[in-house]
């Protein structure tokens, strides 16, 4: 037993949603990534009034989708396979993660199918570690002009994830660099109007930086063991 994991009781996920929600400037948004964490724990963090939750994984998110009630709102921040598509266009609530013209091809399909319009973020690649999915800024315009051939999509803002990095400057660097594309954006379209950037080890720096969407995990629900 760990007794030092705090983050172990199911209280403390009550405790930090609430604390995090306090500190949080009201126009900030709190997605609650409750990726590998079972059931109890989502319900636990219902009941402290958790609305959104962020799932990186399609069937996972699907299977808790099932089973918990009604009135979430499912945000999908992972990368997305476009043949997975189908499984989630009839519920999902944002899709954090779009990247190329192939998956808004293949969202555009589902949601016209669903008879839905889906809320789609651009991912921006910020971060130079080549491990990290997003579009690279230049292509951000194309992509752009493309959506709007596509009636059941509907682009909301853009996402970005900052360098795994101890580094602080950079993180804002890289932040910085997401907002002023985002500010750019959002006077050309209409209904841009998100900017989904921060998680748990820099959202503070994310939300000096313009965040108006956090998506943050291991602070309310603890460490995850894959
Ligand atoms: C897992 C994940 C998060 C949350 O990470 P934490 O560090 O646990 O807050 C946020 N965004 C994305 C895209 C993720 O995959």
New binding site residues.
């Given amino acids: 037993m760990r007794f030092e994991n705090v983050y172990l009781y199911p209280m403390n996920i009550i405790k930090n949603i609430r604390s995090l929600k306090k500190s949080l400037p009201s126009k900030v948004e709190l997605v609650a990534?409750s990726?590998t964490k079972p059931i109890e724990d989502l319900e636990t963090a219902y009941t402290a009034g958790q609305r959104i939750f962020?799932e990186?994984k399609i069937q996972e998110m699907v299977s808790k989708w099932e089973q918990l009630p009604k009135d979430i709102h499912w945000h999908m921040?992972?990368h997305v396979q476009t043949n997975k598509v189908k499984y989630m266009a009839p519920f999902v609530h944002l899709i954090?993660?779009v990247d190329s013209l192939k998956l808004l091809k293949e969202i555009q399909k589902q949601a016209l199918k669903n008879n839905r319009i889906i809320r789609c973020l651009l991912q921006i690649r910020i971060s130079k570690e080549e491990t990290k999915f997003g579009l690279p800024f230049e292509e951000l315009n194309s992509l752009l002009e493309t959506s709007k051939s596509f009636p059941n999509i509907a682009i909301s803002g853009l996402m970005g994830?900052a360098s795994f990095t101890g580094d602080k400057q950079q993180i804002r660097t890289e932040f910085m660099s997401l907002a002023a594309l985002f500010n750019k954006v959002t006077d050309l379209h209409k209904g841009c109007e998100i900017l989904s950037m921060g998680?748990?080890?820099d959202y503070e720096i994310a939300i000096e930086e313009g965040s108006n969407m956090i998506?943050?995990?291991?602070?309310i629900f603890g460490e995850?063991t894959y």
């Fill in positions: 990534v990726k962020g990186n921040i992972g954090h993660s994830m998680m748990s080890g998506r943050v995990g291991s602070k995850r």
